[in-house]
Every structure is written in C-alpha cells, then in structure tokens.
C-alpha cells in the first residue's frame, strides 16, 4: 500500500499547480488542470502528485531537478545510465520502471539497459567511466581521486560535478519513493532479478 498517495483531482489547487510549473517552466496557469488528459496532466505522474503535497519544497526542488533534466550538459545517455545503475543498485522499482521509459524515449537503447543490470563488463570508454563512477558514489559516498580526475579529463568539469549531483539527487529521489512505497504504472519495465543477471560483450 503506498504509505503517502498522489493528490487527488479535486485536491490540486494554485499552490500545488505553481510548484510542478517549476519542473515544465511554465506558470502555475498554464499547467495543464488535473484530468484534463492532456499528455502533461499531472495526474499522469504519480511522482508529481506525491511531490505536490509540499509544494513550497517541492516549487523550489523541481526548479533544480529541471535543470538537471533540460538544461544540464550531462548527455541524456550519460544520466540515464547513471540513474538506472542507482535504481538497479538501491533495488528501487519505481525509479527503474521510470527512467527505462525516460531512457528509451530519449534513444537508449534496451539492448544497453539489459546489459546496465548484469555489471560494467558490457561498456567501455567513457560509459564505463560513469557506471563505475557512480557505482563509487553509491558504494562509498564519494569518487575516489582518480575517478574524479578522469572523469574531469573525459567530460569537463561542468559534466562532471552535473554527474555527482544526478546521482546523489535520485539517490535522495529513490529513497523517497520507496519509503512511500510507489509503484510503477501498469505496463512499466520490471526491475530485474540480480540472480538470473548475466553478462554480456562490450558496447
């Protein structure tokens, strides 16, 4: 059962409309209203209507989150590798049933989302980097030195601090979610079983 559910429709108001305006970068008004069935309907991300139930906290999150997801200079491919290798690790459905749609929707490949969940065997150059870079964070609660270092020299130093606060932002993200026990929607990519895993050649 989830322990805080999304708003109801009748529940959303000009508060709770202004702060997910944040995560779009639109006015509160120009949200589309709460089952409107317009594909930015709010009601269409139960994150979004859990989130909203503190709107003062969640205007100002969602502004930062945006720039993470619109207008950072990670690579789409770069941050949802990172972000499925957190959700895969931390065993957190919700958020692998949601960034599997992000990924594939902005070109991942499912061939490469399969292979994410079996280690860093099937990656190389700087893919690699990221995976075993975030496996660090996640591990240890930092890069180690020459981690930093390489990924500084591989992605800039813009790309590179943008990776650390991804990781640590959905790693903050996941915990959330899964202390409210949230599910994926129907239809979504199930989190694989570590124990039927395998391996597979380098991409």
Do not use: K
């Not at 139930?53 to 205007?59: A, C, D, E, S, V």
């Not at 949802?80 to 599997?100: C, N, P, Q």
């Amino acid at each position: 059962m989830t322990l805080l559910p999304p708003l109801t429709q009748d529940e959303w108001g000009d508060d709770e409309y202004a702060a997910v305006g944040a995560l779009f970068g639109i006015p509160g008004d120009d949200v589309p209203r709460a089952g409107s069935g317009d594909p930015r309907d709010p009601m269409n991300f139960d994150i979004l209507g859990v989130l909203a139930r503190h709107p003062g906290m969640t205007r100002e999150f969602l502004s930062y989150n945006a720039f993470l997801l619109q207008r950072g200079e990670l690579p789409l491919r770069l941050r949802e590798l990172a972000i499925l290798r957190l959700a895969h690790t931390r065993r957190s459905a919700f958020f692998w049933g949601e960034h599997v749609r992000v990924a594939t929707t902005g070109g991942l490949p499912e061939s490469d989302i399969a292979v994410l969940a079996a280690g860093n065997d099937g990656f190389d150059g700087v893919d690699r980097l990221v995976l075993e870079a975030t496996d660090e964070l996640l591990a240890d609660g930092r890069a180690a030195p020459e981690t930093w270092r390489r990924l500084v020299d591989q992605l800039g130093t813009h790309q590179a601090m943008e990776l650390i606060f991804v990781v640590g932002t959905y790693a903050m993200l996941a915990m959330a979610c899964d202390t409210w026990a949230l599910v994926p929607p129907p239809g979504s990519a199930r989190l694989p079983d570590p124990r039927s895993e395998t391996t597979s050649g380098p991409h």
